[in-house]
């Protein structure tokens, strides 16, 4: 069964840092573009980065995580990564990668076809 499963959330301190993995069973991620997006309560999902691993490997952003979020991908393991620092109470949401098979999906949900069941992040002030 094709299926994206993240892990590595939990709670820090502000300021702090984690790392979220997301890693694939069943299919390559490097015939991918993968997205990493979050949904705060009470709040739309959002989207927060996005590797086009089919596509040179090119990245993007959301502006309120650039320069603090960093995305990559690691074939040998079939795992992205999202490391998170400097962390502030405003990251606090559940986060969730997504698969698309769009060179340059962005942000735009409709465009991604596999998504996993989210990991929470939870930053205390």
């Known amino acids: 069964e094709r299926q994206l499963v993240e892990s590595g959330g939990g709670l820090v301190q502000a300021g702090g840092s984690l790392r979220l993995s997301c890693e694939a069973s069943?299919?390559?991620?490097?015939?991918?573009?993968i997205g990493w997006f979050r949904q705060a309560p009470g709040k739309e999902r959002e989207g927060v980065a996005c590797i086009s691993i089919n596509s040179l490997g090119a990245t993007y952003y959301a502006d309120s995580v650039k320069g603090r979020f960093t995305i990559s991908s690691d074939s040998a393991s079939n795992t992205v990564y999202l490391q998170m620092n400097s962390l502030q109470p405003d990251d606090t949401a559940v986060y969730f990668c997504a698969a698309s098979r769009m060179s340059a999906p962005a942000f735009n949900e409709i465009e991604y076809d596999d998504w996993g069941q989210g990991t929470q992040v939870t930053v205390s002030s």
């Open positions: 069943e299919f390559t991620l490097d015939d991918y573009a």
